[in-house]
């Protein structure tokens, strides 16, 4: 048994810094306190949440009766929850308020734990239909009326999807490591484990209960999606063959990414942010079922949309037609697609993530029997930039946005972006041609036509090395009314109120939010920056790089996390190549 109060404690600390170190030394602690049975548990609150991202369980309670339920165990009107939330902005700090002046007047019933909070929080997520919200209102309640101040804010706090303590999962693996191995060098084998399960719960009560040798055991599972390996954008052909006599060119196709799981005839397909996309796609796991006969695979392919009379391939946006709530029929019948295979991770109880290129591609060869639906991703071996160039040709003839370069020998390495994978676009070769995926980290209010609307964003790269995102550019050009709506409703739910620490800015935004929104942007060049924290000392003293120009393409990248867009190292090496030019 675990006392709510310890972990209440724990997030009312951590909301109360923003330095990594200290956070890491509260998870420390509270690790230390935490039994075996209820590690994975604890996981998952401190993000929020009772399952892995992946699952798709949230619990999603609504305002309204977040104030009810406070209403109902405190006696306070609605009235009154309504005037504190308008002064105050937050229903957790609310309850807090109100929870005060109740402990004054009564005495607690039971000890609230956090088996109780976590056990109720599921029911609360498996209750839907007629009479669900009274459950709901009544299960809340009972939790409020024995809680106390502090630990009523944390529950009302998760339960709204409020709890924003930003927590990056780094920093979780480091005070693991440290809670159960008594050093940070460890990290490497929780993040191993952590690729290809993608469900920290899960690598922590391993952790926890098999130390590191159970890490070493840990197995890929069908139907737990495996951090993607990720591609690093090439700088110049020429330099791959002085290292290498060959390498293998794949189309590089403008689809979504899907990573297939397939078990006893059922079918699961996740995201490039491991997302469940199942339901977009009921066409896809139909056929594949059908058609790949297997006790069980992970495959990856990249879904695109087809003109089936030219059999020509579409772009990207076509398939957004999908995110459709209704009549998914619809959709799949006015917009075809194809599933185009790539890489094979699991087959048949045997892991092939440790297998080398050609074993992978021989074994899908084998194991895809094509058709109009169904396709192997055209591959050819180059050796040298002509053939490249080539190659490169016609993938851009065949409506694909250019190639993959993969080295033959390399593994699959999950959750990576190792120089194994190589993309490249026509564009990458002049200047800064092609776009960039940046983060949204902060917003000014807008003036005019923008007036309550956010004018200006400020956007970040993402720096792999220190798991942060330092600035890059603000950007207010490239927006029409309609981005502007749909940018206000994306990032309403993403505002947090002080900067997160994982945040890297000199800049102050009227605005901040918590960077998980990803757009596209162009821009003219790179310039040095005195404001600006990208590459910040590292190129000059005192100054980082940002854009000059930039300019919104239309395009939110919902495919992306925030780790997957455009890196600091990437920023430096155009602004490199660029230089070189000049
Ligand atoms: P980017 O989104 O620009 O970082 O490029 C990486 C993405 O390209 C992957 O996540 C896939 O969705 C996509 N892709 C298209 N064709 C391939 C291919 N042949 N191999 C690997 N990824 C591919």
Redo the contacts with the bound molecule.
């Keep these: 048994m675990m006392k709510y109060i310890n972990l209440a404690i724990a997030f009312e600390n951590m909301e109360k810094t923003s330095s990594r170190l200290k956070l890491t030394g509260i998870l420390v602690e509270l690790f230390k306190k935490t039994n075996l049975q209820m590690i994975s548990k604890i996981i998952y609150l401190i993000q929020g949440k009772i399952r892995p991202n992946f699952s798709g369980v949230e619990i999603g309670i609504a305002e309204k009766l977040a104030m009810k339920s406070i209403s109902k165990s405190t006696a306070t009107s609605i009235r009154t929850i309504n005037k504190l939330y308008n002064k105050i902005g937050d229903l957790g700090d609310v309850t807090h308020d109100v929870l005060i002046k109740k402990t004054q007047t009564t005495f607690f019933n039971e000890i609230v734990t956090v088996e109780r909070v976590f056990n109720t929080f599921c029911r609360i997520s498996n209750l839907s239909g007629a009479g669900s919200q009274n459950m709901k209102m009544k299960y809340i309640s009972s939790l409020l009326n024995d809680s106390n101040p502090l630990e009523g804010k944390f529950i009302i706090k998760i339960l709204l999807g409020t709890l924003r303590l930003g927590i990056a999962d780094n920093t979780v693996m480091d005070a693991l490591s440290l809670a159960y191995t008594n050093s940070k060098k460890n990290r490497k084998l929780l993040e191993n484990a952590y690729n290809v399960s993608s469900d920290l719960g899960k690598v922590a009560q391993c952790i926890a209960e098999h130390g590191l040798e159970g890490l070493d055991a840990f197995k890929i599972t069908v139907f737990s999606p495996i951090r ?1 390996m ?2 690093d954008r090439i700088k110049n052909v020429d330099d791959i063959f002085i290292k290498t006599k060959s390498i293998v060119a ?4 403008d ?3 899907a990573q297939i799981h397939l078990k006893n005839n059922q079918c699961i397909i996740f995201s ?1 942010s491991l997302e469940n996309i199942t339901k977009y796609y009921p066409d896809v796991c139909k056929k594949i079922i059908n058609k790949i006969k297997v006790h069980s695979a992970i495959l990856e392919a ?1 879904i695109v949309a087809i003109n089936e009379t030219s059999g020509e391939y579409l772009p990207f946006q076509e398939l957004m037609h999908r995110r459709r709530k209704h009549k998914i029929e619809n959709a799949i019948l006015a917009y075809p697609i194809t599933v185009n295979f ?2 094979i991770l699991y087959l048949n109880g045997e892991n092939y993530v440790n297998h080398n290129y050609t074993t992978r591609r021989r074994k899908l060869i084998k194991l895809i029997d094509e058709d109009d639906f169904v396709k192997l ?1 055209r591959m050819e071996l180059v050796k040298n930039s002509i053939e490249v160039e080539n190659f490169l040709e016609h993938s851009i003839n065949s409506g694909c946005e250019g190639i ?1 370069l993969k080295k033959i020998e390399s593994k699959y390495k999950a959750g990576i972006r190792g120089g194994n ?1 190589l ?1 490249l676009k026509p564009e990458y070769q002049n200047n800064l041609g092609d776009s960039l995926d940046l983060i949204v980290i902060g917003a000014f209010f807008g003036k005019g036509r923008r007036t309550g609307k956010y004018g200006t964003v400020l956007l970040s790269t993402y720096d792999d090395e220190t798991d942060t995102f330092p600035t890059i550019c603000k950007v207010g050009s490239g927006f029409t009314d309609e981005n502007l709506d749909q940018f206000y409703q994306a990032l309403s739910n993403k505002i947090i109120k002080k900067k997160n620490y994982r945040i890297k800015s000199k800049i102050k935004a009227d605005v901040w939010f918590e960077p998980e929104v990803v757009i596209e942007i162009i821009a003219s060049e790179i310039t040095l920056s005195p404001i600006h924290r990208t590459a910040y000392d590292m190129i000059k003293k005192d100054h980082g790089l940002a854009l000059r120009f930039p300019k919104f393409t239309g395009k939110i990248r919902l495919d ?1 996390i925030p780790e ?1 867009a455009t890196t600091q190292n990437e920023i430096i090496n155009i602004y490199n190549n660029q230089k070189k030019k000049i």
């Design positions: 993607p990720l591609a794949e189309y590089k196709l689809g979504e990414r490039r990249e790539f890489d991703v993959m994978w993309k992306k997957a």
